[in-house]
């Protein structure tokens, strides 16, 4: 009964704030097509109609907006979150006219008069019958049947008093959540917000991990080996009257030393090339290149330099169309090209190879269906993965072309 009762004056007065800017808008209109006698009345109207009745109605929507979720809250613990207007690029204050939440607030606070005034004020006129029943027979002489009547609907209303609280306390929760919070795609675009911005974050995580890995790499592990094969070599080079199977033994654990520092050494070259870092696409690119089985064209116009993460994911493309050339393309030849438009980093790699190369079909999610090898499909993921596109162009006996394009402050 309490939440009725309370919900009645702030729907009413709502509604009478609402109703009075409306009329002193619709009087300043009806002003303007009356015919104004002088310039400086007709500036003012057209202030009052165009600026000055947006602004406080927009302030008053918001203010009972507010004020009904602060009542709800301390009386029936309902959190109703404030939708976020997704209106806003136009200027104040029409953007937030021109937003859908804006509107649903208004539909919520005309409701309410309905729900909440006409609802209230009949569940507190049930719980005064008693009151009324008495004026009435106290003050109106009625006849014996009359105020059998009277009773028996004093009665009634009383009863019907906390079903009718009930009602209104309920539709009144119902309406609010529907109107006043966000809406279903509201709630799904800070969802997609979210998420991108999780996903950003698990990207930078990711990359700062694979630079940790091979910074320990490359100052723990790998000047151990270097050090290794060169106190091998020295001992293959100094201990020539040792016997025979000492000198083998020496000689093979050498080789083998230096095939694991040429392992590890490529590995950590596919983990992060320190040379990204330190000098850039054109440089980093340039000793794939330098390393590829096949003669490649490199051509990079990056200026200015695109994010770290994005730098990385263009990378590892380029290093992993270069490998799948290399092992499937049967190219004579290859060519790379990167160009910044815009804010897009652009990759061409084109191949003179047999082609028909088959698209992997690939929806975003990590989940690629049938079709495809998994070089291409992973050329797919790196690009999805900051929101960028990747196309193939593969028709049999080529050449094959793939194009991806990265947005390059991802």
């Keep these: 009964m309490l939440g009725a009762a309370i919900c009645l004056p702030l729907a009413v007065g709502g509604f009478a704030v609402i109703v009075a800017i409306l009329v002193f808008w619709v009087a300043a209109v009806l002003s303007l097509f009356a015919g104004p006698t002088g310039a400086w009345e007709l500036a003012v109207l057209y202030v009052v109609v165009a600026i000055a009745m947006p602004i406080p109605m927009l302030g008053v929507v918001q203010g009972l907006s507010t004020m009904h979720r602060a009542r709800l809250q301390s009386l029936s613990g309902l959190t109703i979150l404030r939708a976020v207007p997704r209106g806003e690029r136009s200027p104040w204050p029409i953007g937030p006219w021109r937003a859908a939440t804006t509107w649903r607030q208004v539909s919520f606070l005309l409701l309410a008069f309905v729900v909440d005034g006409c609802g209230g004020a009949l569940a507190l006129a049930c719980w005064f019958a008693p009151v009324l029943l ?3 027979v106290g003050f109106g002489h009625p006849s014996v049947i009359g105020g059998l009547i009277a009773v028996i609907v004093a009665a009634t209303a009383v009863i019907a008093a906390p079903r009718i609280a009930q009602w209104v306390v309920r539709t009144d929760q119902s309406l609010a959540r529907l109107l006043l919070g966000p809406s279903r795609s509201d709630e799904l675009a800070l969802q997609v917000e979210s998420m991108a911005r999780v ?11 694979r630079r940790r890995i091979e910074r320990d790499l490359h100052d723990g592990a790998q000047q151990r080996l270097v050090s290794l094969a060169m106190n091998l070599g020295m001992a293959r080079a100094t201990l020539t009257d040792t ?11 050498h080789e083998e030393a230096l095939l694991a520092l040429t392992e590890l050494r490529e ?9 990204l870092n330190d000098r850039g696409l054109d440089a980093a690119l340039s000793g794939i290149a330098a390393h590829a089985p096949l003669p490649v064209r490199l051509q990079v116009d990056v200026e200015p330099r695109c994010s770290a993460s994005i730098e990385a994911v263009a990378y590892f493309i380029v290093s992993e169309a270069l490998t799948n050339v290399a092992k499937y393309a049967q190219a004579t030849s290859a060519g790379v090209t990167l160009t910044r438009i815009g804010d897009v980093l652009r990759i061409v790699v084109r191949d003179d190879g047999r082609g028909g190369a088959v698209i992997p079909s690939y929806n975003g999610l990590g989940d690629a269906g049938p079709g495809g090898g998994t070089g291409l499909r992973g050329l797919m993921q790196r690009a999805a993965s900051v929101d960028g596109t990747l196309t193939i162009d593969s028709p049999p006996g080529g050449p094959t072309t793939i194009t991806a394009e990265l947005p390059c402050e991802s």
């Design 134 to 136: 008495i004026g009435y």
């Design 267 to 275: 590995f950590i070259r596919g983990l992060h090339p320190a040379v």
């Design 199 to 209: 996903r950003t974050e698990i990207l930078a995580a990711t990359d700062a991990e």
């Design 243 to 253: 016997p025979e199977p000492v000198r083998q033994a020496i000689a093979e654990a």
